[in-house]
């Protein structure tokens, strides 16, 4: 069974540029997170949709991030404009009930 | 609202050596818990889980957890570390089926 897939896997900009990260769940899972880790925190999450909706974005910050899914299986999550606080590892997982599979994750570097 | 303190941010052993994580949650209702692993430039794995029943919960890898209500404590354990234990480890707690609540990680060091 193939796992959760993120590319890019490293990316650096430069603060006020913007960036997009995506990701493909495992096959048939319907719900899918977006986490951000930062170094030496656990992941916070970001965003969570069941399908292509979204089921609870009350940690992104809205200003500036924000995240679709499409056609209820891949997803994509922008940064616009980033900032120097947003260098982080950003997870995305996907779920059985009680069971989240989680991506390699894209270690993002804001210079 | 739910929490969970991982109070080690460190832990040295040596191989072969056993090996205890600690886990303290608050939670005003019944929840869930966690074990993940997330070795370099990795995601994260899932250890072991305790949903309901057995309070000693096993995992993979020779990992078991011990639920324990009364300290709001589920530590992690392992009779006999390897090198390849090295890694960090999340706890983390749900309140329903599927949103997870991580700790800040300990990050086991094991030395040959």
């Known amino acids: 069974e193939a796992g959760v897939a993120q590319s890019p896997r490293y990316k650096i900009i430069e603060k006020r540029q913007s960036v997009a990260f995506w990701c493909n769940p495992i096959?048939?899972?319907?719900?899918l997170y977006w986490y951000q880790q930062i170094l030496g925190q656990g992941p916070k999450l970001l965003i969570q949709?069941?399908?292509?909706?979204?089921?609870?974005d009350s940690q992104l910050p809205k200003d500036r991030f924000s995240a679709e899914r499409l056609k209820g299986v891949d997803s994509t999550l922008k940064i616009q404009p980033a900032k120097l606080e947003d260098s982080a590892v950003y997870l995305c997982?996907?779920?059985?009930?009680?069971?989240?599979?989680f991506g390699p994750g894209t270690r993002l570097t804001v210079t | 609202a739910q929490s969970v303190t991982q109070l080690d941010s460190q832990v040295p052993v040596f191989e072969e050596a056993p090996v205890e994580l600690r886990c303290n949650y608050s939670?005003?209702?019944?929840?869930?818990l966690f074990w993940y692993v997330q070795y370099p430039n990795q995601g994260l794995q899932l250890l072991l889980k305790?949903?309901?029943?057995?309070?000693l919960v096993k995992g993979i890898n020779g990992f078991e957890a011990e639920f324990n209500k009364s300290q709001t404590s589920f530590h992690l354990r392992k009779p006999s570390v390897h090198i390849s234990d090295t890694a960090e480890y999340f706890c983390?707690?749900?309140?329903?089926?599927?949103?997870?609540?991580f700790g800040t990680g300990t990050r086991l060091q094991v030395f040959p």
């Open positions: 305790y949903l309901s029943g057995s309070t």
């Open positions: 997982a996907s779920s059985l009930p009680f069971e989240q599979y």
């Open positions: 096959s048939g899972h319907a719900t």
């Open positions: 939670s005003s209702v019944s929840v869930y």
């Open positions: 983390a707690v749900s309140p329903n089926t599927d949103k997870l609540i």
């Open positions: 949709f069941q399908n292509n909706g979204v089921v609870d």
